[in-house]
């Protein structure tokens, strides 16, 4: 499997966030994109996802099932928990199965991954942040999807879940899957692929009073060990 991305841009709020942005990305690599904050790497995570739309450019997952988008194939681990809380952990989990389809784990076992089997029938408005993130964590981990886009995945995780995460993420690249994680943090993954988003500084240019985040990153770097 093979994901192309070439040329793309996404407009937020009437501005241009992403421009001309591209990389590939192998199955069983994971593509770390770093950047200061408001320069977009949130937004290309949505962006990948289908959750904002793509102003220009392509995105293909070669090897994928061509009758979805990109978007379809990935499970999207945003800054914000995918979790209804008048639901119980396990019917969050049976909700997501349903919904995507390609069952792997059962709901009891992806919570024992995360060390929450114990809260199986706690109503998710009752977890605590860093135990909503494990839920969101397990949300991973009972449908298959290729490629998981991980927007700063360790945020609220404790040591001992940040490791968890770590080895779980090992695994999906070792079954040939891919990530796309944006992080400000040290993942823990082996040997990434990198990209970095940033601006030229052209501040002489810009009023004083102008916000940096105005101008798309137009500095673009990428490391790849292919
Ligand atoms: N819903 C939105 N509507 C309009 N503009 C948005 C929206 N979300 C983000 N933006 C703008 O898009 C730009 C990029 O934001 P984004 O969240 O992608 O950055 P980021 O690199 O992930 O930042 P951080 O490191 O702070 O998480 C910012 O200028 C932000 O103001």
């Given at each position: 499997m093979h994901l192309s991305v070439e040329g793309l841009g996404c407009i937020r709020g009437g501005r241009p966030v992403l421009e001309n942005i591209g990389f590939q990305l192998?199955?069983?690599?994971?593509?770390?994109?770093?950047?200061?904050?408001?320069?977009?790497k949130s937004s290309l995570l949505r962006t990948l996802a289908g959750l904002v739309r793509a102003q220009a450019g392509t995105m293909r997952l070669d090897g994928g099932d061509d009758d979805l988008t990109v978007g379809q194939q990935a499970h999207y681990f945003g800054h914000s928990d995918a979790v209804k809380p008048a639901f119980t952990c396990k019917e969050n989990l049976d909700f997501w199965q349903a919904y995507y389809g390609n069952p792997t784990r059962s709901a009891f076992e992806a919570l024992g991954e995360v060390d929450l089997e114990d809260l199986i029938d706690m109503p998710a408005a009752?977890?605590?942040?860093?135990?909503?993130r494990r839920l969101s964590v397990a949300r991973l981990l009972v449908c298959h999807r290729p490629l998981w886009l991980l927007d700063e995945p360790?945020?609220?995780?404790?040591?001992?879940?940040?490791?968890?995460?770590?080895?779980?993420?090992?695994?999906?690249?070792?079954?040939?899957?891919?990530?796309?994680?944006?992080?400000?943090?040290?993942?823990?993954?082996l040997d990434p692929d990198r990209l970095l988003l940033d601006r030229n500084r052209t501040d002489d240019l810009v009023d004083d009073f102008s916000d940096p985040a105005d101008s798309p990153p137009s500095t673009l770097t990428l490391e790849t060990d292919q």
């Open positions: 192998q199955g069983g690599k994971a593509l770390v994109v770093t950047g200061p904050n408001g320069i977009g009752y977890l605590s942040a860093g135990q909503s360790t945020s609220a995780l404790d040591i001992a879940s940040e490791r968890k995460l770590e080895s779980l993420m090992a695994e999906h690249l070792s079954n040939g899957g891919l990530i796309v994680a944006a992080t400000h943090a040290p993942l823990g993954l």
